[in-house]
T-cell receptor
Framework: GDSVTQMEGPVTLSEEAFLTINCTYTATGYPSLFWYVQYPGEGLQLLLKATKADDKGSNKGFEATYRKETTSFHLEKGSVQVSDSAVYFCALTPYGNNRLAFGKGNQVVVIP | DVKVTQSSRYLVKRTGEKVFLECVQDMDHENMFWYRQDPGLGLRLIYFSYDVKMKEKGDIPEGYSVSREKKERFSLILESASTNQTSMYLC????????????FGPGTRLTVT
């Protein structure tokens, strides 16, 4: 079935560093792609989305571009803050489906 | 402020007990979802509902059941709790036509001893 794969392991970086979290997907059709974020002690919330190839989703300084040729949707932020410390989940909805399939998530820790 | 609330943040139950986890949303959403979240496994869908009294199995429904008698409330039931059901349980809701736009509750951390 359709799925997403996120890079292994937590990410630790210093404040103002550049953040990249890799996400690749496997899908038979044309899925929509999403990034969700979970701050400590809270539920997940939608961060950004892209519904077709070459779309760029952006929010709160984060960006991700839907790359059909590489089946990727990598999350980037140019200058992270301590408040960006959270778990980030890549997700997709298969075309014509009403469910989300989540990746395993990446813990991001930003140190001052 | 829109909200999804879950009945407990932390719950400790004994093996074999019947456990009810309640979820309420105030956004008039048609879709509601129950997930469990485990380290290294991410979120896995247990059940979802797209309307009152309707339910569909997710990826890991074994050992669980659900109830949706009112639009705003979606309950997850563990008929006979087991230690392998120790987990974080997350409820979510979404509008009918935007199932991807899910709003999550803060979660219930269930420990079964």
């Amino acid at each position: 079935g359709d799925s997403v794969t996120q890079m292994e392991g937590p990410v630790t970086l210093s404040e103002e560093a550049f953040l990249t979290i890799n996400c690749t997907y496997t899908a038979t059709g044309y899925p929509s792609l999403f990034w969700y974020v979970q701050y400590p002690g809270e539920g997940l919330q939608l961060l950004l989305k892209a519904t077709k190839a070459d779309d760029k989703g952006s929010n709160k300084g984060f960006e991700a571009t839907y790359r059909k040729e590489t089946t990727s949707f990598h999350l980037e932020k140019g200058s992270v803050q301590v408040s960006d410390s959270a778990v980030y989940f890549c997700a997709l909805t298969p075309y014509g489906n009403n469910r989300l399939a989540f990746g395993k998530g990446n813990q991001v820790v930003v140190i001052p | 402020d829109v909200k999804v609330t879950q009945s407990s943040r932390y719950l400790v139950k004994r093996t074999g007990e019947k456990v009810f986890l309640e979820c309420v949303q105030d956004m008039d959403h048609e879709n509601m979802f129950w997930y469990r979240q485990d380290p290294g496994l991410g979120l896995r869908l247990i059940y979802f509902s797209y309307d009152v009294k309707m339910k569909e199995k997710g990826d890991i429904p074994e050992g669980y059941s659900v109830s949706r008698e009112k639009k705003e409330r979606f309950s997850l039931i563990l008929e006979s709790a087991s230690t392998n059901q120790t987990s974080m349980y997350l409820c979510a809701s979404s509008p009918r036509d935007r199932a991807y736009e899910q709003y999550f509750g803060p979660g219930t951390r269930l420990t079964v001893t």
